[in-house]
């Protein structure tokens, strides 16, 4: 093992160098590349580079909110766990899931529900949950879409990157359909890992 | 959505069925398969089929080591999220994760070294850590390594899946070449949720 990989700040410069050599003509504006080489560096798959749809202004949207202390709501205890929260406590938010939350398990259960539809009923409760990000549950999506038509919900960033193949591509169809700000990642791909990965290139952004 | 999108364990079943049928002749024996298909349902990257390597024996060590109430260390905040521990519990294991502890902060600075390294030479200090998931650092892996060829650890799985692009596919193939039970995923792809998606086949395997 060389020296340098000890070091690692030097092996994520020096893994971006790679992912931009490989990318060739592939090339982005500077904030889109951010969010894409991040998704390719927590993956090492290069499919994310045509996959990954940014709508206009959604980067400066989130930056806004997170800059005015909005919260994050995840649909998974490993999208919570992969974001930095350090970082964004500095602008006074945290991340938050509501998928273990007892009340949650038990609303679901009496209404033949999922989990993660209820978990966004009870996040669009605080309007300073602004930017949501779900990498697992394409019901959760599906749920906030509603949210969003019935003016419960008006995000500022939508992360829809459910990963799967039940559900998962249709419901990132449904939110690009929406007037929000969103990020995706079109077809079966994604996952929980990969909305962190683009909530902390956001983040890394900022500093 | 159609209603049975509201019902998570027809989902999962479902996508189950479509990933074997699109697996079409790559068939494998049971157990085993069911590690690739999880690995390729928690990434929709049919890839995995053809890089995931499972030494012999590494399912049936891990299990017993579970039996056993072995405890499963990973090198990532986000492998442990996504393990299964209500189901490791019950056979009186937990996942550690060291990477955060101040004791491991403190002398990765003091020494120039990776946090990972330090967490994985904590790990080994109690013999009821049998079972590592590295997702993230290939210096874990390294690491991991040097413990096992000096006799201060004897895993009874080692699921060695850092992603990346500096040193990933080096510190796998590092791990094949010793005689432990190991799952790997050769090249550059894995990650935390591989290794966690992994370490849950083999438990829902247990049932």
Same mark, same amino acid.
């Given at each position: 093992?060389?020296?340098?990989?000890?070091?690692?700040?030097?092996?994520?410069?020096?893994?971006?160098?790679?992912?931009?050599?490989?990318?060739?003509?592939?090339?982005?504006?500077?904030?889109?590349?951010?969010?894409?080489?991040?998704?390719?560096?927590?993956?090492?798959?290069?499919?994310?580079?045509?996959?990954?749809?940014?709508?206009?202004?959604?980067?400066? !949207?989130?930056?806004?909110?997170?800059?005015?202390?909005?919260?994050?709501?995840?649909?998974?205890?490993?999208?919570?766990?992969?974001?930095?929260?350090?970082?964004?406590?500095?602008?006074?938010?945290?991340?938050?899931?509501?998928?273990?939350?007892?009340?949650?398990?038990?609303?679901?259960?009496?209404?033949?529900?999922?989990?993660?539809?209820? !978990?966004?009923?009870?996040?669009?409760?605080?309007?300073?949950?602004?930017?949501?990000?779900?990498?697992?549950?394409?019901?959760?999506?599906?749920?906030?879409?509603?949210?969003?038509?019935?003016?419960?919900?008006?995000?500022?960033?939508?992360?829809?990157?459910?990963?799967?193949?039940?559900?998962?591509?249709? !419901?990132?169809?449904?939110?690009? !359909?929406?007037?929000?700000?969103?990020?995706?990642?079109?077809?079966?791909?994604?996952?929980?890992?990969?909305?962190?990965?683009?909530?902390?290139?956001?983040?890394?952004?900022?500093?």
């Amino acid at each position: 093992m060389g020296d340098y990989m000890k070091v690692p700040h030097q092996i994520e410069e020096r893994s971006f160098a790679i992912i931009t050599e490989e990318l060739g003509d592939k090339t982005f504006p500077e904030d889109i590349g951010k969010i894409i080489k991040r998704v390719i560096h927590t993956t090492a798959d290069f499919e994310y580079a045509d996959i990954t749809i940014i709508s206009p202004r959604a980067i400066e !949207s989130a930056q806004r909110a997170i800059q005015g202390g909005a919260h994050i709501v995840t649909d998974t205890q490993m999208a919570k766990a992969g974001i930095n929260k350090a970082k964004l406590k500095k602008f006074g938010g945290e991340v938050r899931c509501f998928m273990a939350d007892e009340d949650v398990a038990q609303k679901a259960k009496e209404r033949g529900i999922t989990r993660a539809m209820v !978990s966004m009923e009870k996040a669009v409760e605080d309007s300073n949950n602004r930017i949501f990000v779900i990498g697992n549950a394409p019901t959760a999506l599906f749920e906030l879409k509603r949210l969003i038509e019935e003016g419960k919900a008006k995000p500022d960033l939508v992360v829809g990157v459910p990963v799967g193949f039940v559900g998962a591509a249709e !419901s990132k169809e449904a939110l690009e !359909s929406l007037d929000v700000p969103y990020i995706v990642t079109r077809g079966r791909k994604g996952g929980s890992a990969v909305g962190a990965a683009i909530i902390n290139a956001i983040l890394y952004m900022m500093e």
